[in-house]
């Protein structure tokens, strides 16, 4: 969390080029901007990195690891007021207590032990996160996720069993791959599952990801510039 990366890259020019490209791409598939949400990712990056994207208004913003969360964000919270923090790296069961305290958004809910973890935390603190269920889409051993052939079983337990608020699902495709038939078949999933939302799309390819129907784009690099080394994705 140094402050030595991209000195130059300056995080609100950065935001405001991707708000103008996040507007583009919505105007010509003829979505409204406002239906999508922009996801800042801040992971990696320190606070005095975060602050100015904050100061320019900017409220949402995503971070991959429950410790760092919990390191940067309480302390930003006392300083502006409505910030919404998603999670979009795995999370462990062991951590869930502590995730459902620093995070408003579950975007990586990828096993049913964590559903029911994520369910039993929720009811204990009664306090019911949005979540996202995150489908592998490229059935990609390596990768978390549901696969894509037991998506639907598995939206069913989240929602009709264990009564999770399920906003959506949630993709990262293959980085080798056209992200648009990932981001097509994860349109196709959560619409014959009756969810509204979908989180995907990235720095790469977040104009491609709205015109496919994305609701939430992830951005880190085209906003607060590269990361430093200490990045896992
Ligand atoms: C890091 C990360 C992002 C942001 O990636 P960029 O290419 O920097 O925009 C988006 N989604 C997930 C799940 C990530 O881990």
Same mark, same amino acid.
């Given at each position: 969390?140094s402050?030595?990366?991209?000195?130059?890259?300056?995080?609100?020019?950065?935001?405001?080029?991707?708000?103008n490209?996040?507007q583009?791409?919505?105007?010509?598939?003829?979505?409204?901007?406002?239906?999508?949400?922009?996801?800042?990712v801040?992971?990696v990056h320190?606070?005095?990195?975060?602050?100015?994207?904050?100061?320019?208004?900017?409220?949402?913003?995503?971070?991959?690891?429950?410790q760092?969360a919990?390191?940067?964000?309480?302390?930003l919270?006392?300083?502006y007021a409505?910030?919404?923090?998603?999670?979009?790296g795995?999370?462990?069961?062991?951590?869930v207590?502590?995730?459902? =305290?620093?995070? %408003?958004?579950i /975007?990586?809910?990828d096993?049913?032990? $964590?559903? @029911?973890?994520?369910? +039993?935390?929720f009811?204990r603190?009664?306090?019911?996160l949005?979540?996202?269920?995150q489908?592998?889409?490229g059935?990609?051993p390596?990768? =978390?996720?549901? %696969?894509?052939? /037991?998506?639907?079983?598995?939206?069913? $337990?989240? @929602?009709?069993e264990? +009564?999770?608020?399920?906003?959506?699902?949630?993709?990262?495709?293959?980085?080798?791959?056209e992200?648009?038939?990932?981001f097509?078949?994860? =349109?196709?999933i959560?619409?014959r599952?009756g969810l509204?939302?979908?989180?995907?799309?990235?720095s790469?390819?977040?104009?491609?990801?709205?015109?496919?129907?994305?609701?939430?784009?992830?951005?880190?690099?085209?906003i607060?510039?590269?990361?430093?080394? =200490?990045?896992?994705?």
């Open positions: 969390m402050e030595t990366t991209s000195p130059v890259f300056d995080p609100v020019q950065g935001l405001i080029s991707v708000k490209q996040l583009s791409a919505a105007a010509s598939v003829g979505r409204s901007p406002d239906d999508v949400n922009l996801v800042a801040s992971k320190g606070v005095d990195r975060i602050r100015p994207v904050l100061a320019a208004g900017h409220k949402v913003f995503g971070e991959n690891r429950v760092e919990e390191q940067k964000w309480p302390h919270r006392d300083e409505d910030i919404t923090l998603h999670l979009i795995p999370l462990q069961t062991n951590k207590k502590q995730a459902v =305290a620093v995070f %408003d958004v /975007e990586t809910l096993r049913e032990k $964590l559903a @029911r973890a994520l369910a +039993k935390e009811t603190v009664n306090k019911h949005p979540v996202f269920i489908i592998n889409t059935a990609e390596q990768k =978390a996720g549901i %696969d894509p052939h /037991e998506a639907d079983a598995f939206v069913a $337990l989240c @929602r009709d264990l +009564k999770l608020d399920v906003r959506g699902l949630m993709c990262i495709p293959p980085i080798d791959e992200p648009a038939l990932h097509a078949l994860l =349109a196709k959560a619409k599952n509204n939302g979908l989180s995907m799309g990235m790469s390819d977040f104009e491609t990801a709205i015109e496919f129907g994305a609701t939430h784009v992830r951005v880190g690099t085209a607060f510039g590269s990361r430093p080394k =200490a990045d896992q994705v």
